[in-house]
């Protein structure tokens, strides 16, 4: 064997090892971000099992006497259950209006690159760049002229509007990855363009359209500033300013307060475990077509 052929294959090996090195380095790097990342869940699970007399900062949880009655404590004194069933209702009303006009809307933006559209485009990621507090003065004094304050609808629409521009964006992007031959496949059989959409086009936006629901539900979910002005009645209030304000009430008992945190993540969390496969296709379903 020649020097060159040893020098190549040392070069082999020496790269390799390093590659290999290199994503070690990156595991350890995500399992420490992990780590970090479970490290308040993990204390709300410690501090949930604890009576209000323990005031201990031990770092593992309770496996006897677990103070169950921090749970049903922030159940009926901090209505947690109606303060979810509150989120679930915004929520599935936020995410399925931002599904269906984002999808809509990003169809002729997608299939008609014209110069108006490309401003459209344009436009609608400029709005994702402006705060919704921002204008919450005057979203705040229209809403309450048009009764929006202390109901269903006002905040599902404002959640909604907030989160359009990203979804469009999203279904736009995917839709551009789709061949246009289907759509005149379509229009060879007669189908208008309606029908083209909800026919052909719809059935194929199932990945990024679990994108979509993931990242506004976890949006909607765990939102805060404007549910806090625009849901003041305590019987209308979503998860999030409640669990803040029992939180606040409770601060001399941190195990109920840990309780109702818990409570408050766990309908989302297991949400996010059944659609993440769905979620991971969606983000990278543009670049693999």
Request: include cysteine; glycine fraction near 6%; proline fraction near 6%.
């Amino acid at each position: 064997m020649s020097v060159s052929a040893k020098n190549i294959d040392r070069g082999d090996i020496v790269g390799a090892r390093q590659h290999r090195h290199g994503r070690w380095a990156i595991y350890l790097f995500l399992i420490i971000v992990c780590l970090v990342q479970l490290v308040p869940f993990w204390l709300a699970i410690c501090q949930s099992t604890k009576p209000s007399s323990d005031m201990s900062s031990t770092l593992v949880p309770r496996l006897t006497n677990i103070q169950w009655s921090n749970f049903t404590q922030a159940v009926t004194e901090g209505g947690i259950l109606r303060a979810i069933l509150n989120s679930v209702i915004i929520t599935l009303g936020a995410t399925v209006l931002t599904c269906v006009i984002g999808a809509m809307a990003a169809y002729p933006l997608a299939r008609r690159p014209t110069r108006g559209n490309k401003f459209v485009s344009s436009f609608i990621l400029a709005l994702m760049m402006i705060p919704p507090l921002s204008i919450l003065v005057p979203l705040y004094t229209f809403l309450v002229r048009i009764g929006g304050v202390n109901s269903y609808w006002g905040p599902i629409l404002v959640l909604a509007t907030s989160n359009l521009p990203l979804a469009i964006f999203l279904y736009t992007a995917f839709i551009r990855s789709i061949p246009s031959s289907i759509d005149e496949a379509g229009m060879m059989d007669g189908a208008g363009p309606m029908r083209i959409f909800f026919t052909l086009i719809l059935p194929l936006l199932k990945p990024v359209t679990a994108t979509v629901v993931i990242m506004t539900g976890v949006g909607v979910w765990n939102e805060y500033a404007l549910s806090s002005y625009l849901l003041t009645d305590q019987s209308m209030q979503t998860i999030a300013p409640r669990v803040a304000s029992f939180f606040a009430a409770q601060s001399s008992n941190l195990g109920v307060g840990a309780a109702a945190a818990l409570m408050a993540a766990l309908p989302i969390i297991i949400a996010y475990m059944f659609l993440q496969r769905y979620f991971i296709a969606g983000m990278v379903a543009g670049a693999e077509k």
